[in-house]
């Protein structure tokens, strides 16, 4: 089986930077992918690591290292519109069905 | 505009209905799936269907039956539900089915059971 664990919850101010982090236990590992999610809003993507390393995607920049089980997304130069909640997720048996973390909300503050 | 639409937006049933949720994907995908997402929960893969077949099934109740009768569409049909299986029920597509694959969700549809 498959678990993802990250904080339930962290608040910033604009224009911090802010680590989102992602433990997780797998039986067979591919990857970490990120998500982001505002409030009724879809799920969207914001990255995948495959290897141990930091992946830099704008503001976004994802990390990963495979034997510590653990990851973190780090979001910089924050703004409001990047309160959302966000979500770790590792595909499972076989590289497919996705499992994802309960997810962490972000609530940057003016 | 993610590419993958879903309908209706909002359903109230009552726990002797039938309705279906529905899924349309514009993208050419080949991979799609449904999840459920219930308020402080991960979100929970319940069925997917690669090139319209079913590979997997995670234990989900028999009063869920998924649907896939072409690549860009998927049902998720509903009979005798109970009230906590009210949440936002989410399709998604991926090109294929490798780790490294983007999923693509709808906007989800949000239901209540009452």
């Known amino acids: 089986g498959q678990s993802l664990e990250q904080p339930s919850e962290v608040t910033a101010v604009e224009g911090a930077i802010v680590q989102i982090n992602c433990t997780y236990q797998?039986?067979?590992?591919?990857?970490l992918s990120w998500y982001q999610q505002h409030d009724g809003g879809a799920p969207t993507f914001l990255s995948y690591?495959?290897?141990?390393g930091l992946e830099e995607t704008g503001r976004f920049s994802s990390f990963l290292s495979r034997s510590d089980s653990y990851g973190y997304l780090l979001l910089q130069e924050l703004q409001m519109k990047d309160s959302a909640s966000y979500f770790c997720?590792?595909?499972?048996?076989?590289?497919?069905?996705?499992?994802f973390g309960p997810g962490t909300r972000l609530s940057v503050l003016p | 505009e993610t590419g993958v639409t879903q309908t209706p937006r909002h359903l109230v049933m009552g726990m002797t209905n039938k309705k279906s949720l529905k899924c349309e994907q514009h993208?050419?995908?080949?991979?799609m799936y449904w999840y459920k997402q219930s308020a402080k929960k991960p979100l929970e893969l319940m069925f997917v269907?690669?090139?319209?077949?079913?590979?997997e099934n995670n234990s989900v109740p028999s009063r869920f039956s998924p649907e896939c009768p072409n690549s860009s569409h998927l049902f998720l049909h509903l009979h005798t539900l109970q009230p906590e299986d009210s949440a936002l029920y989410l399709c998604?597509?991926?090109?294929?089915?490798?780790?490294?694959?983007?999923?693509?969700f709808g906007s989800g549809t949000q239901l209540s059971v009452l």
């Open positions: 998604a597509s991926s090109q294929g089915l490798i780790s490294n694959e983007k999923l693509f």
């Open positions: 797998t039986s067979g590992f591919y990857g």
């Open positions: 690591n495959a290897l141990d």
């Open positions: 997720a590792a595909p499972g048996a076989y590289g497919q069905n996705f499992v």
């Open positions: 993208l050419g995908h080949n991979a």
């Open positions: 269907y690669s090139l319209e077949e079913r590979v």
